[in-house]
């Protein structure tokens, strides 16, 4: 920034230019100063004994606003089972552990994937990953981004990568429920995503000094973690962060990455209502009710006329989705064959008592078969009520997102500033906040560098969002001319990863 003021004020004295450089020297990777730490990690292939260095809360801007999430540990494999690696000319993983969109501190991590959630969402906004205890580290949830199941143990993304000979770097995050002493919220859209773009810049700005490939940073995380890493791939070098990002004094450094994992995102979240209408609008909620029908239909109504406007050719060269073979896209490319994969998997005496057990579901020669509506009872209740992101009484965790200054929560869609105040305009600020947290928003605009491979993952029994927000993504993507791996779980709920070993092999193998 000063550097900047200097140059634009034409004035080059030295003074000026001795106090930029080293407020930039700030950020300078002291290769160092670190721990040496052993880990034993369960892999799909056995327990791997991983020696690697260990390097803690790094402040990766020069005017942190809160050093305790804006700072980022770097874990480097030495050995592994008592070989030596050397990771410089690998990817570099890039986990970050947001959930909820609350904010993300790993300043008290003891070691790799050791990151709690500081609080957790308000009920029934985070469900624990499937299959993992909904106590993790610290008694919180979904600690240490997303995991998997490996031999009865949790194993995240992280570690499986640094038992794979990867540099795993663990960004914190400021999130939507931070306030300062005056009671105004600091992080608040576009915090979050301001800060992984700044970690990012820190990472690439110290290439050659943190071991790794800094043209091959792949970002991993699940659900708003999820969409926050997808936004970050999608809006890489964005000029529309330029101002967010000098104002925290951020390193002077690209941050387009290479290539997203991108689990169950909670993303499009202007269009999220409506699409959850148009997925779960008739499944009852848990008390046995469903949502009005009426408000439903014209949430649903709502997601026809984005979904044609999107004029967006499905994988597979599906014709353009709409609201009306949308369900038949999802069942052909993602549903049927999830399901397909997980019976066949199964013995045949398991099969048979899980076609007994899930009536809606059936099997012919080998394959599984279902429609739409028989996929929808087989899910059940819906985890969200209507509208199940913009709330009337702004309770969301989203309506917190949108906050600003000392206004914890706002609405961000016209249908719910309507139902609750009766006037139709959303504050004149959040149209461009949307853009900046959306993804969808920047796949296939000029000025940004895309990240080129993209790992796309949801559990079929996911309803914290629709299941088109992943079938978009996927799917603009494509027609954007990226190499897109997109799949999704089999009765899987929200936050499942049960591929996460080839999730790294994936990343090992990817080249320029
Ligand atoms: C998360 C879950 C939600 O249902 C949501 O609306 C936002 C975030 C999460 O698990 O991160």
């Not at 209502?273 to 848990?286: K, T, V």
């Not at 895309?450 to 949801?458: E, G, L």
Request: glycine share 10%; hydrophobic share 40%; proline share 5%.
């Amino acid at each position: 920034r000063l550097m900047q003021a200097t140059l634009a004020a034409g004035i080059f004295s030295g003074t000026a230019l001795r106090a930029a450089c080293a407020e930039t020297s700030r950020l300078v990777f002291n290769a160092d100063d670190f721990t040496e730490l052993k880990k034993t990690i369960t892999t799909a292939k056995g327990e791997r004994v991983v020696t690697y260095r260990f390097y803690k809360a790094i402040p990766y801007v020069s005017e942190p606003i809160d050093v305790a999430y804006q700072s980022l540990n770097i874990s480097v494999p030495v050995s592994i089972d008592g070989k030596r690696v050397d990771s410089s000319g690998s990817p570099i993983l890039f986990s970050n552990s947001v959930g909820g969109y609350m904010p993300s501190s790993v300043a008290d991590a003891t070691g790799i994937g050791g990151a709690p959630m500081r609080g957790l969402p308000p009920t029934g906004m985070q469900a624990p990953p499937q299959g993992v205890a909904p106590t993790g580290i610290g008694g919180e949830v979904q600690s240490g981004g997303n995991a998997m199941i490996a031999g009865g143990k949790r194993v995240s993304n992280a570690e499986l990568a640094l038992a794979a000979g990867l540099t795993v770097v663990e960004p914190g995050a400021r999130g939507r429920t931070l306030t300062d002493a005056a009671g105004t919220y600091y992080g608040v859209a576009p915090a979050a995503i301001v800060d992984l773009k700044a970690a990012v810049k820190y990472v690439r700005f110290n290439k050659g000094r943190i071991p790794g490939d800094t043209d091959r940073i792949v970002s991993s995380g699940t659900s708003a973690g999820g969409a926050l890493s997808a936004l970050l791939g999608a809006s890489g070098d964005s000029p529309l962060f330029a101002p967010y990002l000098e104002a925290i004094g951020a390193a002077d450094a690209s941050d387009a990455i290479f290539a997203v994992g991108s689990w169950c995102p909670i993303a499009d979240l202007e269009h999220a209502d409506m699409a959850y209408e148009w997925n779960w609008g008739a499944n009852p909620l848990s008390t046995g009710n469903t949502v009005d029908q009426n408000l439903s239909a014209q949430l649903k109504n709502g997601f026809a006329t984005y979904q044609s406007s999107l004029k967006l050719k499905g994988l597979g060269g599906f014709g353009p989705l709409t609201s009306a073979n949308y369900s038949d896209y999802l069942l052909k490319t993602y549903l049927q064959p999830a399901a397909t994969q997980y019976l066949a998997k199964l013995s045949s005496e398991d099969r048979a008592a899980y076609l007994t057990r899930n009536p809606h579901i059936r099997w012919k020669a080998n394959q599984a078969r279902f429609g739409w509506t028989d996929f929808l009872s087989h899910v059940g209740a819906r985890k969200k009520g209507l509208p199940a992101f913009d709330a009337f009484d702004l309770s969301s965790g989203e309506n917190n997102l949108f906050g600003r200054d000392k206004t914890k929560a706002r609405h961000f869609t016209a249908f719910s500033q309507t139902h609750d105040t009766g006037k139709t305009a959303i504050d004149a600020d959040i149209p461009a906040l949307l853009d900046l947290m959306n993804p969808m928003f920047f796949i296939g605009k000029p000025n940004v560098s895309t990240a080129q491979h993209w790992w796309i993952r949801v559990g079929t029994k996911d309803s914290d969002t629709s299941l088109s927000i992943v079938g978009n993504l996927a799917a603009a993507l494509s027609a954007n001319k990226r190499k897109v791996n997109s799949a999704m779980y089999w009765d899987g709920g929200h936050g499942a990863n049960e591929d996460a070993d080839a999730f790294v092999k994936w990343v090992s193998r990817l080249n320029k």
